[in-house]
């Protein structure tokens, strides 16, 4: 099975912050990851798929990198909305995994 | 508008049995794969099973396999998950999640559309 560690487990950041979050894949996955955000009581929101592509509807503020192992979640100046819970998920092969989130918070 | 709604959670003894529905719209339901993730309190988002459009392809997690089943109405614009053996460490909420794609067959993805979820609670 393909393990899924995010980094760091929780960051503290200012509106207007640049924020950076990786994820490491324990064997190769290509381009086969996705973000997602999550708030408080709500289900996940997908942000990004196949490692660097927005989903409709998502800010350009947001933006993925990354393939084969190693992978980032980049927002590039924080908004108010933005603090939540964010997770990794590879869509390589069954079993599916997720990272196990990072919780970005207001500093 | 596309929309999935759970239904079905509630409080259960260990080593009873539970069925979640999850109702879709707003899309042609018989083209995506369905996926069931759930989340403890507290906790992460965990994986439990997936099934193809026409149900040729069916996929379980480990901690759930033997002892839930996935399943489709296409008719009924409908997903399922029988649950028994209920333990402890399966209380969680449970989201229906959508694939990304239509027309992937036995192939994984990341989920585009979510439902609210619903509570399963195992406790004597």
């Known amino acids: 099975d393909i393990q899924m560690t995010q980094s760091p487990s929780s960051v503290s950041a200012s509106v207007g912050d640049r924020v950076t979050i990786t994820c490491r894949a324990s064997q190769g996955i290509s381009s086969w990851l996705a973000w997602y955000q999550q708030k408080p009581g709500k289900a996940p929101k997908l942000l990004i798929y196949?490692?660097?592509s927005l989903q409709s509807g998502v800010p350009s503020r947001f933006s993925g990198s990354g393939s084969g192992t190693d992978f980032t979640l980049t927002i590039s100046s924080l908004q108010p909305e933005d603090f939540a819970t964010y997770y990794c998920?590879?869509?390589?092969?069954?079993?599916?995994?997720f990272g196990q989130g990072t919780k970005l918070e207001i500093k | 508008e596309v929309q999935l709604v759970e239904s079905g959670g509630g409080l259960v003894k260990p080593g009873g049995s539970l069925r979640l529905s999850c109702a879709a719209s707003g899309f042609t339901f018989s083209s995506y794969s369905m996926n069931w993730v759930r989340q403890a309190p507290g906790k992460g988002l965990e994986w439990v099973s997936s099934?193809?459009?026409?149900?040729?392809?069916?996929y379980y997690a480990d901690s759930v396999k033997g002892r839930f089943t996935i399943s489709r109405d296409n008719a009924k614009n409908s997903l399922y998950l029988q649950m028994n053996s209920l333990r402890a460490e399966d209380t969680a909420v449970y989201y229906c999640?959508?694939?990304?794609?239509?027309?992937?067959?036995?192939?994984?993805?990341?989920?585009?559309?979510w439902g609210q979820g619903t509570m399963v609670t195992v406790s004597s």
């Open positions: 998920q590879q869509a390589n092969s069954f079993p599916l995994g």
């Open positions: 099934i193809s459009s026409s149900s040729s392809y069916i």
């Open positions: 999640a959508r694939i990304c794609r239509a027309g992937v067959v036995g192939a994984p993805d990341a989920f585009d559309i």
């Open positions: 196949a490692a660097s």
